[in-house]
């Protein structure tokens, strides 16, 4: 049921935290993948480790802001392992925070681009292929913030990430009659490199605002985005899945 022997899937945010346990977690489960950040040392890594295990990787490094870059990871799932069946578009930042007012026009575009007009570039290039194979399953990563809970300085992050909730769904309704699904799954606090750069105290509070009184290891959030991505969810489109140790309904 969770298993992807013969899928072909992307991964971009490869390098890292929760896309880095996701692309492993879907080779293991016997796909192809390809992997996509913009730093090639630590994706060409990750290939290796996957190749080493006997599994299938290639990896190419590019800024998901690029549309040339959305473009060229679809052919590069084609012309290798002959189309696609999974995207999971996970690269993404936090961006410029800080008082909203203050917060320069510059650093809002960024945040939206890197967040949400990548998710839409991604799926201008890889919904086609995915037709081509009569199915597929769209991923986007997107948080809590800005959906359940409403986060002061964080209003780029907020605004892109629900913005891709949206894309979501009209997606989901759009492609689903030719097969398409299209999920977006919503983490809590993982354990990532974004999250280290806390000091303890901050580390502190932030697993107190879990109803499970800690935050994910990136391999838990990798298993959800393995759901969304095999059979086991073959019935589930237009979602916005949360994995986020219940922070969103947390009040203690
Ligand atoms: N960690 C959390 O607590 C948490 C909670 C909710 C949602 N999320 C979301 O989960 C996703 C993954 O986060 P993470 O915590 O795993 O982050 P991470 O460990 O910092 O990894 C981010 C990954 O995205 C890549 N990336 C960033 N900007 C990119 C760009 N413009 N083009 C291409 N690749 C880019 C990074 O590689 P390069 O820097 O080499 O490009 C890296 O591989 C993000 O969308 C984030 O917003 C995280």
Known sequence: MFELNGKVAIVTGASSGIGRA??????DQGASVVLAARGAAGLEALAREIRAEGGEALALAGDVKDEGFAHALVELATTEFGGLDIAFNNAGSVGEMGDTTGLSTQGWRDTLDTNLTSAYLGAKYQIPAMLERGAGSLIFTSTFVGYTVGMPGMAAYAASKAGVIG?????????????????????????????TANTPEERVFVEGLHALKRIARPEEIAQSALYLASE?????????????????????
Do not use: C, H, Y
């Not at 996701?22 to 080779?27: D, G, M, S």
């Not at 894309?167 to 309704?173: D, G, M, S, V, Y």
């Open 232 to 252: 086991a969810s073959s019935f589930t489109t237009g979602a916005a899945l949360l994995a986020d140790g219940g922070v969103s309904i947390n009040r203690l």
């Open 22 to 27: 996701t692309a492993r977690l879907f080779a």
């Open 167 to 195: 894309l979501t769904k009209a997606l989901a309704a759009e492609f689903g009659p030719r097969g398409i699904r299209v999920n977006a799954l919503l983490p809590g606090a993982a354990d990532t490199p974004a999250l």
